[in-house]
């Protein structure tokens, strides 16, 4: 998930390859054109008000409400724990709760460290780490009945997975600790208490251990999605400026029958059959298909001694991996397990051979996103979708499957961010555009702010999703969902 730093920098990327779809679940997709003339009239979209208070905060198809809760940019939100809300709302998921109400457990993207500064009740991790989780008992309209601190002493939460025996998998997108060099905020680790780099987990309506899953490896983290027919847990590595890869963890037990994810797996990394490190963060082929192997992991777990740089750190699991012959990707966000497939998106994969960030071999895309499909039982990877421009698809990051099948993406480009949707016609569309502006001076726009933790109630009925900024803010969506196909 992208910061303002690295939104500065994301500001350059240039225009995307033209696009490609699949088969599979998505079998029949044709690619809309960057420039396909005016669509149908679910793409259109208008201010709706927010039923929390009236003011115009999205835009919306006809028909639908929303309303906002937790926002950072006003009042101080204090929490049942007596916790003031941390900002930065990230991946998200919506458990189901008692009474028909839903447990939202929500990542806090808090990078930075201070002695004593973890935020929240009982013992953190870390505690010098901002970040964590909070978790909420909501109805589905947006009424907040509880909150508080189910995880902290955590860095960098960014985004994660629902598992399907009622939990959260929150990850950590870095690798600080005090073994390491500072990040890209120059930030000192030295008041750090524990290395980081981790994926932990958080029990829908309950506190997380704060035990990290050390053998599911140590690094930049974004997503998780689950697979219950096999028992396996993949994860996406956001290596900023790095290549980054795609990873499987094979737990030492079953989640489904122990009810929760061990620690003393195994974790591999994608790599592309007949193709040592294959370089899928340029534009690919349409319908481009690739049989998969597994490369093994030796060493997920490091320690540093002496001090390595951060640059050094980000990649030391990742090299071990490609060293192996494992692909190179594009910045992987999102992901999310349908139907036997496990879709992911590469957010600035897609770009031309030869374009901003050098010539193919450099694992660093300069597209507008690819989002990529992982066919668990025929371990074949596919490229489902590679956007033809920013207006189409730009910087797609977290994303979710409505009980319908069709993705949700969020955008995180430096312009207006969208939700879109990805439907089984192969139809790219518009669900929502962020039209929020601050409270206290509504002249300030907050349009480029981002996009997160999209996700459905079980029902569908609802739509739940964040816009990440320090002020974050929380929106439950709901309405005619199978008129615009979602």
Not at 110 to 130: E, I
Not at 205 to 215: A, M
Request: charged residues 20%; negative net charge; hydrophobic residues 35%.
């Amino acid at each position: 998930m992208g910061s303002m730093d690295r939104r500065t920098f994301l500001k350059g990327a240039g225009a995307a390859a033209g696009g490609a779809l699949l088969g599979g679940p998505f079998a029949g997709f044709v690619a809309r054109q960057a420039h396909a003339g005016p669509g149908p009239s679910f793409r259109d979209l208008g201010p709706v008000e927010d039923l929390r208070d009236g003011r115009v905060r999205l835009w919306l198809p006809d028909g639908f409400s929303y309303q906002s809760f937790h926002d950072n940019d006003g009042p101080e939100v204090v929490l049942d724990d007596g916790t003031s809300l941390p900002g930065r709302h990230d991946g998200m998921a919506a458990l189901p709760g008692p009474n028909g109400d839903v447990w939202l457990v929500r990542n806090h993207e808090v990078n930075g460290n201070a002695p004593g500064g973890a935020f929240g009740p009982g013992t953190p991790y870390d505690g010098a780490a901002l970040g964590g989780t909070t978790t909420t008992l909501v109805s589905p309209l947006g009424e907040v009945r509880e909150s508080y601190t189910s995880l902290n002493g955590t860095q960098m939460n960014c985004s994660g997975g629902p598992m399907p025996w009622g939990a959260w998998i929150t990850c950590e997108e870095t690798v600080n600790g005090p073994d390491v060099g500072p990040d890209f905020t120059g930030t000192s680790n030295e008041d750090l208490e524990q290395p980081h780099g981790f994926v932990f987990e958080v029990p829908a309506g309950g506190q997380s251990d704060r035990q990290p899953i050390r053998q599911a490896g140590r690094f930049a983290h974004e997503a998780v999605a689950f697979d219950p027919v096999d028992g396996i847990l993949y994860l996406t590595e956001d290596n900023f400026g790095f290549p980054s890869g795609f990873f499987r963890y094979l737990p030492p037990s079953d989640p489904m029958e122990t009810g929760r994810l061990d620690d003393g797996g195994r974790l591999q990394m994608l790599a592309v059959v007949g193709r040592p490190n294959a370089d899928l963060a340029r534009a690919q082929p349409r319908r481009a298909t690739f049989d998969v192997d597994w490369v093994d992991i030796d060493d997920p777990d490091p320690e540093f001694d002496p001090v390595v740089s951060n640059n050094d750190a980000i990649v030391y699991v990742g090299n071990q991996g490609r060293a192996g012959g494992a692909a190179w990707f594009s910045r992987l966000e999102g992901c999310v397990y349908d139907d036997n497939v496990v879709y992911f998106c590469s957010t600035q994969g897609g770009g031309e051979p030869e374009g901003q960030f050098g010539p193919v071999g450099d694992g660093f895309g300069n597209g507008r996103g690819q989002v990529w499909a992982y066919h668990t039982r025929g371990q074949t990877l596919q490229l489902v979708y590679e956007s033809t421009g920013e207006e189409v698809l730009d910087f797609p990051d977290n994303v979710t499957t409505s009980p319908r099948g069709t993705l949700v993406l969020c955008e995180d480009g430096p312009a207006d961010n969208h939700l879109r949707g990805l439907n089984r016609g192969g139809q790219i569309f518009d669900i929502a555009v962020n039209r929020l502006r601050r409270n206290d001076d509504p002249t300030v726009t907050r349009f480029g702010e981002e996009f997160a933790g999209t996700t459905f109630t079980a029902d569908g009925h609802t739509l739940f999703v964040n816009i990440q900024a320090s002020d974050g803010i929380t929106f439950a969506i709901w309405g005619p969902w199978e008129r615009i196909r979602v």
